[in-house]
């Protein structure tokens, strides 16, 4: 086994948050081998308007300049047709929409999307792309809970994608065979992204081991083959977007009787030797470079020539360990693999 060169990987979904926490795993962009980053905008509070996310931007170059921040509103009532003419004029590229209360910081997210088309409207005629967190809030009267809740969210992605066919709409971190065939379904505007961990974890790897409970959680075996087999297939329009969403140790690995631990994964800093190590594992090694950068790339107008790409190396080795925790200013996380062996590294010049 050989080399791999992969061109200007670029991850379509990541969360790198603010204060210390951003200063520890903003650089782990880098690190895990990438140099663009689709950032996601729930921060406290949200970002909802451009001079927010402009902001935030700043702060995240100021972290690591070498990276590329693609930036992202946060969908709320605040947000009006006007401000997104000013956030296309500004550079940013898309709008994220989180249910109410289903992840980490979306009390603030919708209840139904009637009332967000003139926003859809304007997102559509200046060319933004909307950003889906694809469930349903949990209810008890509609037997809706975190199993079934991306299944029963895609009749909204069916309907918006009818009333706004030209918008470009990415449903992120699908986890459901029902899902992969409901964007399949979609027309070229439609896309979806896939984390690394979803690649990996069924319901099994979750239930009683919270540094693997994330939120879309994990499905069934036969979920987890069919989104191994949209990429073996090479689809185009099925891309990453890690969703790696650091949380302190502490809210890791602590529940309480009142609190339940934080949901997320945190795959920044192995990404790239890990997509390699996973792709490999289901026989899709030789999709790696579509499925980390060309595909993604491509969706967003994000195309770099072949003279500005920025090739990443990666070895085969026997055995590297990941990281069991990352720290800096009082600040600790685990990624996902902590103490396993990858046998893929980014070759360091
Ligand atoms: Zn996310």
Request: hydrophobic share 40%; aromatic share 8%; with cysteine.
């Amino acid at each position: 086994m050989s080399e791999i060169i992969v061109a200007s990987p670029a991850d379509f979904h990541v969360h790198l948050r603010q204060g210390n926490m951003a200063k520890l795993v903003t650089p782990h962009v880098r690190l895990g081998g990438f140099s663009l980053a689709y950032v996601m905008p729930n921060l406290k509070p949200p970002i909802t308007t451009t001079s927010q996310a402009l902001a935030y931007k700043a702060e995240l170059e100021s972290i690591d300049p070498t990276v590329e921040y693609l930036m992202t509103l946060y969908l709320s009532p605040d947000l009006t047709p006007d401000e997104i003419f000013k956030a296309k004029e500004a550079g940013i590229v898309g709008v994220k929409s989180y249910p109410r209360g289903v992840t980490t910081n979306s009390d603030g997210g919708i209840e139904s999307y009637e009332m967000y088309y003139p926003v859809f409207e304007a997102m559509q005629r200046v060319d933004m792309v909307l950003n889906l967190h694809g469930e349903i809030p949990s209810d008890t009267k509609t037997n809706t809970h975190i199993l079934n809740a991306e299944p029963k969210f895609l009749t909204h992605l069916h309907s918006l994608h009818k009333a706004f066919p030209t918008l470009r709409i990415v449903l992120e971190h699908a986890t459901t065979r029902a899902a992969v065939e409901a964007v399949k379904a979609c027309g070229s505007t439609v896309a979806c992204t896939i984390t690394a961990h979803h690649l990996e974890l069924t319901v099994d790897d979750w239930a009683g081991q919270s540094f693997n409970f994330c939120k879309p959680v994990a499905k069934f075996p036969d979920d987890r083959e069919a989104l191994r087999e949209v990429i073996r297939e090479g689809h185009p329009r099925f891309f990453l977007g890690s969703d790696s969403a650091p949380h302190p140790v502490t809210s890791k690995s602590t529940s309480t009787p009142t609190q339940g631990c934080a949901a997320g994964i945190y795959t920044s800093p192995i990404l790239l030797p890990l997509m390699a190590h996973l792709l490999e594992s289901f026989g899709a090694l030789d999709k790696l470079e579509g499925f980390v950068s060309n595909f993604g790339r491509r969706f967003y107008h994000q195309e770099l020539s072949t003279e500005n790409a920025e090739n990443v190396i990666l070895r085969p080795v026997g055995a590297c360990n990941v990281e069991k925790e990352y720290h800096a200013e009082e600040q600790g996380v685990v990624p996902f693999w902590a103490g396993k062996e990858l046998h893929w590294e980014i070759v360091r010049s």
